[in-house]
């Protein structure tokens, strides 16, 4: 009786070993199962951020290239509005600088 007893108990020990070294394992399992996630989602994370800054800067550059517009449009219309303001008056100009200079008295 006392053999079955010793017997039951070395048994109970082993199998409680044999618990302990599956628990061990699938801890193991679960770290690594835990570290592959966070490499996955810091990777993830990593991607949607370098999207994000794509689609950022494509609306800055567009901005950008809206703004560059609209200033060079107002350049050229400034210009146009000088050129044709010149044209108007070009001629008027000329004839007053050569009054100007024929018709001022000699100072001999």
Known sequence: MAKNIISEIIELDRQADLRIEEARKKSEEIMLSA???AVA???KSLEHSKEYSEKVDNVEQK?????????TKAKEDKMLEY???YAENHNKWAEEIFDRITKQPTLL
Do not use: G
């Open 83 to 85: 050129d044709n303001f």
């Open 63 to 71: 901005a950008s290239e809206m703004k560059i517009e609209k200033i």
């Open 35 to 37: 570290k592959e996630e």
């Open 41 to 43: 989602i810091y990777n």
